[in-house]
T-cell receptor, first 111, second 113 residues
Framework: GESVGLHLPTLSVQEGDNSIINCAYSNSASDYFIWYKQESGKGPQFIIDIRSNMDKRQGQRVTVLLNKTVKHLSLQIAATQPGDSAVYFCAENNNDYKLSFGAGTTVTVRA | DSGVTQTPKHLITATGQRVTLRCSPRSGDLSVYWYQQSLDQGLQFLIQYYNGEERAKGNILERFSAQQFPDLHSELNLSSLELGDSALYFC????????????FGPGTRLTVT
């Protein structure tokens, strides 16, 4: 499953498929980006981060891609599992000591 | 478990009242950040402290204040509470206070009736 375009609030994906969550950020001066996963009733959980001097970074089953030209960030989740169902937020650091969060994408994994 | 702790987990109070939310950062982290999460506003940055000093301020109302103590725990004080203050309040911490790599606590759910 893939959320295309700037941002879709929901994404439904079949278990075992790959997921792609997209995010458009606002400030071309931002030099740090981070993805969080938030499950119902819990705080945001760090997934993966990337600095602006990189285009790609891989973690365990996750990959973050950064396209500075179009100010676009994406999170790819390989072999999506039911436990991946959550709201995913991207956030950027504009060099002002804080994170600015996107609206979030709700991912639902179908069995 | 992020290592950031917040108390209380839930808080129900009436309009006009004052409450204090508490946060303990991860061991070794010098900076704490407070965020408000409501259904229609998403995650909004309120304020940041680094090693006891205020470093950055966001959309924090004048009725709200915070501080960070010498042992690095932080408190967020909300006064003259209004119905619209009902939200989840999260604390995050980081090592260097530059805004990167923040780890969030479980949050305090505030309900104002």
């Amino acid at each position: 499953g893939e959320s295309v375009g700037l941002h879709l609030p929901t994404l439904s994906v079949q278990e075992g498929d790959n997921s792609i969550i997209n995010c458009a950020y606002s400030n071309s001066a931002s030099d740090y980006f981070i993805w969080y996963k938030q499950e119902s009733g819990k705080g945001p959980q760090f997934i993966i981060d990337i600095r602006s001097n990189m285009d790609k970074r891989q973690g365990q089953r996750v990959t973050v891609l950064l396209n500075k030209t179009v100010k676009h960030l994406s999170l790819q989740i390989a072999a999506t599992q039911p436990g991946d169902s959550a709201v995913y937020f991207c956030a950027e650091n504009n060099n002002d000591y804080k994170l600015s969060f996107g609206a979030g994408t709700t991912v639902t994994v179908r069995a | 478990d992020s290592g950031v702790t917040q108390t209380p987990k839930h808080l129900i109070t009436a309009t006009g009242q004052r409450v204090t939310l508490r946060c303990s950062p991860r061991s070794g982290d010098l900076s704490v950040y407070w965020y408000q999460q409501s259904l229609d506003q998403g995650l909004q940055f309120l304020i940041q402290y680094y090693n006891g000093e205020e470093r950055a301020k966001g959309n924090i109302l004048e009725r709200f204040s915070a501080q960070q103590f010498p042992d690095l725990h932080s408190e967020l004080n909300l006064s003259s509470l209004e119905l619209g203050d009902s939200a989840l309040y999260f604390c995050a911490s980081s090592a260097d206070g530059l805004g990167d790599e923040q780890y969030f606590g479980p949050g305090t759910r505030l309900t104002v009736t």
